[in-house]
Structure formats: C-alpha cells, structure tokens
C-alpha cells in the first residue's frame, strides 16, 4: 500500500499558489534583512499590528463565490489587478480573464472583446471587478465620462460590476481635481454595480492604542503627505541628471502606491540584490500578473507609514541601486546597511 500524500495546498500554500508566492516571498526576504527600508507597502509586517479578517475583505470573497454555478463562469478584472482579488478568486475556483488598462484605466474596446471571446469558447462571463479611484496596485482613476460609458457597456454586455473602494474611509491626495468623480455604484441606475471594499486589508492601519486626534494626523501622513514626499523624492532623484528620461513614474493624484519604470529587468533575483546589497525593499509589477505577462521593467513604490527621513533614505539607496543597474554609477551604501541600517 502505498503512503498517502498530503495536498500540497494544506503544506504551504505559496508553492503552488503564485499570489501567496509573491506575499511569500517579500516576507522572506524582508526576514533576511529587517534593517532594509521597506518601498514595498505592507512589508515588512509587524505581528503586533497585524488584526484578523473582517467584512470588509469577506464581502469581495462572498460575492465570488455567489457568482459562481458552474465550471463555465469567469470573472475578469482590469490587468494588473489588486492581489486579494486574484486569491479570493482562486478559492472560489473562478478563472480571472485579463482587461486591459490603458491610459483612462480600462480598455473598453478589450473588455467587449474579451466578453465575446469567451463566450465564443463556451464560457460565461459573470462580472467585472475593478478598483475605479487609485487602482490598485497601478494607482489609476476613472474619470467620469469613463465611468458613465463603463456602465453603459456591462449593461449592453450583461455583465455585473465589482467596485472595490479600498480607499473610501480614508483621506486621499486629490491635487489634480479636487472633486472626485462619484462612486459607480451612485451613478448605476440599472442595478449593475456590487458594491464592495477592501479597506483594512490594502491599507495601513494606525496602532489601535491611537486616540482620534493622533490618527487623524497619522492617516494625513499615510494617505496625503508621503505620497507627495515619494513623488517629490523620485523627480530630485530621477528627474535631471544621467538618468533623466530614462526613468519614468506616475503622479497618480490619490492613492498609495506610484509605479517606477526603469531600463533594466526588475525580478526576484534583484530584489534579493536590493535588499542585501542596497538596504531597500519593493515590490517587482510583474508579481501582479500572471506568470510570464507582467512588464519586466516596473516596480511599485509606497511610503506607508514611514516617516519622510525614512522614505528619503530609501530613495537614496534606489537611486544607487537604479544608478548601478543602468551603468551610471554613484557611491553605493554601505552593504552592512540592509543588516545594521540606525532606524
């Protein structure tokens, strides 16, 4: 007789789930070499921070599994996607079909054709999910006519709407429109839209010791002035020199996360050299598609709950590691820093 083999899914998760990969693997690497400053938001995690699933997270998860009666059903979700929607999918054994981004953040074009598409191979296309102000992880908003001509279409492709507002309970940086447009839950009239968020699961939150006053100054610094100090910081850096023009960022005007492009591969083995070698930890884009797809040269950026001298050396320790790569040497930090780095 032979010995009965455990499912690997009940061992370790993360050897065949690539979502829990890329979690797995920041976490790991974030262990290695705790004194790196963390770019990458969410790592590294504090256990004593760290609080237990609640609805916010379960509301994504139970409109999943609502969806799905039969092997036939799909999701899709705009590309890159936010990673808890990839896993919860995954649990509800509901496929996930890419969408295009583009620059009004989704391809409406790719949408309808990747509706009809898979209709044609004998599929039936559920939802839409997508995150309308600061996707995550990209950081792109819909505007409104976008948001007007998206309810239009899933109405002519009778498809339902996932909105997640990860960002609803906090303040956010809206330096480029002061206004933001109206959630598309507001605007549907013809009862498309489920309404989810996943707040306490993709944003910082405060130590629960802290009183109201203390976190209303602590979310202004998350959600409001570290993004615009990463920003400032990427264009001192970046934005003159020998690597001007060869590096690029977004300025999303709300949101946590800005995405660098860079003229080199940016992967997993990099990030172990950025950590050890550098002192600073972020996350590859590459790990918000699925393998094989994602943009080989993009990485994504947050500030979090640092404070702005931390996010400062930081970026002086990417700028380094982003000089070295692309041929522009400066001095490189000291390669005890990722080990022995003064908090």
């Avoid at 899933?154 to 330096?175: F, I, N």
């Avoid at 549907?188 to 209303?216: K, L």
């Avoid at 990417?318 to 930090?333: K, M, Q």
């Amino acid at each position: 007789m032979s010995p009965s083999r455990t499912p690997d899914t009940w061992i370790a998760p993360a050897r065949v789930d690539p979502v829990l990969r890329s979690t797995a693997l920041l976490d790991e690497v974030a262990d290695r070499y705790p004194r790196a400053v963390s770019l990458a938001a969410g790592r590294p995690v504090d256990p004593a921070r760290a609080e237990p699933a609640d609805g916010h997270q379960e509301a994504l998860a139970h409109a999943l599994r609502a969806l799905r009666r039969s092997d036939r059903d799909v999701v899709l979700a705009v590309a890159p996607t936010y990673i808890g929607l990839t896993r919860a999918a995954r649990l509800a054994e509901l496929p996930v079909l890419p969408v295009a981004d583009g620059p009004r953040g989704i391809d409406l074009d790719d949408l309808a054709a990747q509706v009809h598409g898979a209709r044609a191979a004998g599929l039936r296309p559920r939802a839409l999910y997508l995150v309308p102000d600061f996707a995550t992880p990209a950081g792109i908003s819909l505007d409104l006519p976008a948001r007007h001509e998206l309810l239009d279409l899933v109405a002519d492709l009778d498809l339902l709407l996932l909105e997640d507002d990860p960002y609803g309970p906090a303040p956010v940086s809206t330096t480029a429109d002061p206004h933001r447009p109206p959630a598309l839950h507001t605007l549907d009239t013809r009862r498309r839209v489920v309404h989810v968020d996943t707040f306490t699961r993709s944003t910082p939150t405060p130590p629960t010791t802290t009183n109201t006053p203390d976190r209303t100054t602590w979310a202004a610094r998350v959600y409001l002035h570290n993004p615009r100090h990463l920003l400032e910081g990427l264009a001192a850096r970046f934005g003159h020199g020998p690597l001007a023009g060869r590096v690029h960022w977004h300025s999303p005007a709300g949101g946590l996360f800005t995405v660098l492009t860079v003229p080199f591969v940016v992967d997993d083995a990099l990030l172990e050299v950025s950590a050890r070698e550098f002192g600073v930890l972020w996350t590859p884009m590459a790990h918000f598609y699925d393998p094989g797809i994602g943009p080989a040269h993009r990485l994504r950026l947050s500030g979090g709950a640092l404070d702005p001298a931390r996010i400062d050396a930081g970026l002086d320790r990417l700028a380094a590691l982003v000089g070295d790569r692309s041929g522009h040497h400066s001095r490189r930090p000291d390669r005890r820093a990722s080990t022995h780095l003064v908090p």
